[in-house]
């Protein structure tokens, strides 16, 4: 979830910072235009002044000084113009040169060797100012020149500094406010998207903890309306009418139970009641075998219905903490002298208690019917082995014959209703009720052959939180 | 001994009513709730037999009415209901009990013995059981039988144990799955067979009195005469 709320900031950051900084490099190109524009401006109207000047005054010993004082006069008033500068003027330089190049006049910082060679390697045209690379200056002059009608050439060049000088402080002043408009923006989007997210989260925390049994609660709303609050009622409605289905349900294995109970009960009263009348009648032997089959019938009404609510995820649990290893050394107990009777060995494989969560009633007979399977199917003189692992979640009960496995044309529909072996006499409920309850409890059910031979029979049981967690590191040991 | 039976199919109700008389209780039966108030309220009874699914009201509704009302006598609460009611449970933790259709005779008589025992005052809790000639040493944890020990486990001994405590009386195995081993489960295999013969095996040696009798269909007896 945090996560998600990152990566929609992030995102949505470097688009806010892309598009920014975007505009600023516009803005940026067309201030640097517009300032140029006008150095270009300047250039051309002052060069064309000196032009004038020069044309109109004498060549005489006074023409130095007069063309150099105006050339000067120009220099001071450079647009753009840092005044904060106390520095000497060497942002602007006059230059007029014979028509073969040789320097007649030079007004500017130093003596203008170095210009005079720039100018001569750039050929610049008239009336257009170009840039003007100096050796041993950093910042380039835009340079503006004319032709004078005595084949002389004036130049006036206008040093860039000041020009780039406003452009970086510019940029500063954009990259710092940009750092902090992209950070607060970044905030923002964050702590919207992450409250936005955590609304969602606690909508699935509470979702996650309506399980099967308790239906009955709800995910949180609140008075707003956006979609978020949408997603709840809308998971709020589904849960009304899962829960409304689930009771519908519940309503008819209850209705289908108790309607069939009534008359069984009848029935196996009224047998009893003739077998205890006359023990020795004649047809003693054969309401027996009724009242036998009156409590089979019973007793696959009962897996019917449990297999058919757990597959509708609709099982009622009563959950309490049982402890596993106990349970199966009673059912060894229990089942024991059985299987030695009929030649079979069981080995329990445990590293003591193991705690698990569940419903007793539910996985007393599901060990129950694990054990019955075994008894009724396993051929004589096999072997059964228990084992009892636990990991940081789950139980798991493997149990292990070295019989002869499970028929391979119904391996892969093990745990469906209806689905036993040939020779089987059951109903063929038994693996399906395992399967059943094991996900009715959040576990589940696996059955396969074992390579060597024999049936796998793995079942997964949430653990009991009181758990010591001892269990598995003692396992090692046990077996 | 006065019960009232409180239930509306007709066909249980008789033949309820005719077992519970024949082992020598005196029965009262209504058919529905309201009837049923009338009675518990205008005579004693030392035990009421409840089905839930009452023609006009739930039967626990009608036993936290009585309750109400006055009357304090046990009750044991018959439930074709697939689950159990979280108030049902509540009124087994009060010291009644449930049973769910259908159950045996046997269990429903058991049962009602229970319950109407823990209404009386207890006696001392014997540490010997006696039953003809077969004996059990509680504290010990030894059983013998014409003065000479039995070799039994410590389970064998818990199930002769209850036996004993119901001797006369039938036990059914699903009686007997509870108590020794404490589950309610319905094998189709016949485990508690097994133990019984093994445990008669070492009870009813060669020559003497067969005690361990088995009622087909029903469960199993301990002679007491």
Request: aromatic letters at 6%.
């Amino acid at each position: 979830m945090r996560s998600a709320a990152w990566r929609i900031s992030l995102w949505a950051t470097l688009a806010f910072a892309c598009g920014t900084m975007l505009v600023f490099v516009f803005l940026h190109r067309f201030m640097a235009k517009d300032i140029q524009r006008r150095s270009d401006a300047w250039l051309s109207g002052e060069v064309e002044v000196l032009e004038d000047v020069a044309e109109r005054t004498p060549k005489d010993a006074l023409y130095v000084r007069v063309v150099g004082e105006v050339a000067e006069l120009a220099g001071k008033e450079v647009p753009n113009r840092d005044l904060s500068e106390s520095a000497p003027n060497d942002s602007v330089f006059f230059l007029q040169t014979d028509a073969d190049g040789a320097p007649r006049l030079w007004v500017g910082a130093g003596d203008g060797e170095a210009h005079r060679k720039a100018i001569r390697a750039v050929n610049i045209l008239p009336d257009r100012p170009m840039d003007l690379q100096v050796k041993g200056i950093g910042v380039p002059f835009r340079v503006a020149s004319i032709r004078m009608d005595d084949g002389s050439r004036i130049y006036l060049g206008l040093s860039e500094r000041d020009e780039l000088k406003v452009l970086r402080s510019l940029r500063v002043r954009f990259l710092f406010l940009w750092i902090l408009i992209v950070l607060l923006g970044f905030g923002i989007v964050f702590f919207t998207t992450w409250r936005m997210l955590s609304r969602v989260r606690q909508i699935t925390e509470a979702a996650s903890g309506i399980g099967h049994s308790d239906l009955n609660s709800r995910v949180p709303t609140t008075g707003k309306n956006d979609e978020v609050a949408h997603l709840a009622l809308t998971l709020n409605r589904m849960l009304d009418r899962i829960e409304n289905s689930m009771r519908q349900l519940h309503t008819i294995t209850d209705s289908l139970a108790h309607d069939l109970r009534s008359p069984l009960t009848a029935i196996r009263g009224k047998l009893e009641m003739s077998l205890s009348a006359d023990p020795h009648a004649e047809q003693a032997e054969s309401i027996v075998s009724a009242i036998e089959e009156l409590d089979r019938l019973t007793d696959f009404l009962n897996k019917s219905l449990d297999v058919a609510e757990a597959k509708a995820d609709a099982l009622r649990l009563t959950l309490t903490e049982i402890d596993l290893d106990e349970l199966l050394r009673v059912m060894i107990d229990l089942y024991g002298p059985s299987m030695s009777e009929k030649g079979l060995q069981i080995h329990l494989c445990s590293a003591g208690p193991l705690m698990v969560a569940a419903d007793a009633a539910l996985l007393h007979r599901m060990v129950a019917n694990l054990f019955d399977n075994e008894l009724k199917h396993l051929p004589a003189s096999h072997s059964i082995t228990i084992r009892l692992q636990s990991d940081e979640e789950a139980a798991t009960l493997i149990l292990e014959d070295d019989g002869p496995g499970f028929d391979s044309e119904i391996c892969p529909h093990l745990f469906e209703r209806r689905v036993k072996g040939r020779d089987s006499n059951g109903h063929g409920l038994g693996l399906a009720f395992i399967d059943a309850v094991a996900r009715a409890h959040g576990g589940a059910a696996t059955a396969a052959n074992r390579e060597p031979g024999g049936a796998r029979i793995a079942i997964t049981l949430p653990l009991a939180s009181s758990n010591s967690g001892l269990h598995s590191s003692a396992l090692r040991d046990a077996c | 001994m006065r019960l009232l039976l409180v239930e509306d199919e007709v066909d249980i109700q008789s033949f309820l009513r005719r077992s519970l008389e024949e082992a020598g209780y005196q029965v009262d039966a209504a058919s529905d709730g309201k009837t049923a108030e009338k009675l518990a309220v205008e005579a004693p009874y030392d035990l009421l037999i409840v089905d839930l699914g009452l023609p006009d009201q739930d039967g626990i509704t009608l036993i936290l009415k009585l309750r109400q009302l006055g009357v304090a006598a046990p009750v044991l609460i018959l439930s074709a209901r697939r689950s159990v009611d979280d108030r049902v449970r509540g009124l087994e933790q009060g010291g009644d009990d449930y049973l769910t259709k259908p159950f045996a005779l046997a269990e429903l008589l058991a049962r009602l013995r229970n319950l109407l025992k823990r209404n009386s005052p207890p006696g001392n809790e014997a540490t010997r059981l006696r039953v003809l000639d077969l004996e059990l040493d509680l504290l010990r944890r030894e059983a013998s039988r014409s003065g000479e020990l039995l070799q039994l486990t410590s389970q064998e001994f818990v199930l002769l144990e209850y036996l004993c405590r119901n001797a006369g009386r039938v036990v059914t195995r699903s009686m007997i799955l509870d108590k020794v081993w404490g589950m309610r489960i319905q094998p189709d295999t016949n485990v508690v067979d097994v133990h019984i013969y093994r445990l008669r095996g070492k009870v009813d040696g060669k020559g003497q009195q067969p005690l361990i009798r088995t009622l087909r269909g029903v469960g199993y007896v301990l002679k007491d005469r």
